[in-house]
């Protein structure tokens, strides 16, 4: 249904322990009941998703913040007020009110309120906070336009709200704020550079072993089905291997399009623009992974601003690749 038509139906479902898809500033979110385990328990089985990795629980407002969750450190209250709503996930310790389930069993508990008028009038109808992963299988790309989210959940979702395509294009940045400094423990659509401009200077310690303190941190995550192979930035030239013997190949470029000899050839920016590149990642790598072609080969974008988030799912989605032949 339309993500700004008549919200009663969706909220309904939320609170009685559906699973609702919706879209947010970042990637479309699979959402239910972040007070009801049983609802919980079925995000993790739609998705296929390890149990030990911890959800992101969304709320409508950052003044529901501290009833939720009580007293709130001081840097956590500064980067809420201000960048929420905005594309920033917050580590807190998790309440009573919250059940383990939704946080892997972990004492602290992800959060954030999404820069989406449509997510936060759901939450709010629904009355309660809803727990929210990206909408896709779990490793795989994350869904930026309804029809990733249809495509690949289907039936295990009750609900799916249309907000056509998202605005960031790449999952939140995760803070953990409560000790002396802040730490990033996962990249995202807000720049490491922003958030320096209201805390002073930051960790960033994004990647996992073991069992991970944040969503979206494992080392192989944000995955096309079809393999994938990151240039190293030394060699990330336009076209620099093109099609061969080894089968039809695509290619995902930052902002030059490669000679010819590719099956299929993706842009990020033709201005070199990294916000646009990051917004257009995962649409671009969901088209060519259903273009047929044996491998990706993708050039890394500059390191620098949302470059090292958008180069950071590139290492993900690159980490289980092994040459052929």
Not at 39 to 45: C, G, L, N, P, V
Not at 56 to 84: K, Q, S
Not at 103 to 110: D, I, P, R, V, Y
Not at 278 to 286: C, G, P
Request: net charge neutral.
């Amino acid at each position: 249904m339309p993500a700004d038509g008549d919200l009663a139906e969706a909220a309904a479902v939320l609170r009685t322990g559906g699973l609702v898809a919706f879209p947010t500033e970042t990637v479309y979110g699979l959402g239910a009941n972040a007070l009801d385990p049983r609802a919980a328990a079925r995000i993790f089985e739609a998705k296929t998703r390890p149990s030990f990795d911890p959800l992101i629980t969304h709320l409508a407002d950052a003044a529901d913040l501290e009833p939720l969750v009580g007293p709130v450190p001081p840097v956590v209250a500064a980067l809420a007020a201000r960048f929420w709503p905005g594309p920033l996930t917050l580590i807190v310790d998790r309440p009573a009110g919250i059940p383990p389930i939704v946080t892997s069993g972990l004492a602290s508990m992800a959060i954030r309120v999404p820069d989406h008028e449509h997510a936060r009038r759901l939450i709010a109808a629904a009355g309660v906070p809803v727990a929210a992963p990206s909408a896709n299988r779990f490793g795989q790309l994350s869904p930026t336009r309804v029809e990733h989210v249809v495509r690949g959940l289907g039936r295990a979702v009750d609900l799916v709200l249309d907000g056509g395509p998202t605005r960031c294009g790449i999952e939140s940045t995760i803070v953990d704020a409560r000790g002396e400094r802040p730490v990033v423990l996962r990249l995202g659509a807000l720049s490491v550079e922003e958030l320096a401009r209201v805390t002073g200077p930051v960790a960033v310690r994004p990647g996992s072993s073991g069992q991970p303190v944040a969503p979206g941190t494992l080392a192989a995550h944000y995955a096309p089905r079809t393999p994938l192979r990151l240039l190293p930035a030394a060699d990330g030239t336009p076209g620099a291997e093109p099609t061969s013997g080894g089968g039809r190949r695509g290619y995902l470029a930052f902002r030059d399009r490669p000679v010819h000899g590719w099956a299929a050839v993706e842009v990020l920016s033709v201005s070199g623009d990294l916000t646009e590149a990051a917004a257009r990642l995962f649409d671009a790598l969901h088209r060519l992974d259903a273009a047929g072609v044996a491998e990706i080969v993708a050039e890394p974008v500059p390191e620098v601003g949302l470059g090292r988030a958008v180069n950071d799912r590139l290492r993900r989605a690159a980490a289980t690749w092994q040459p052929t032949g």
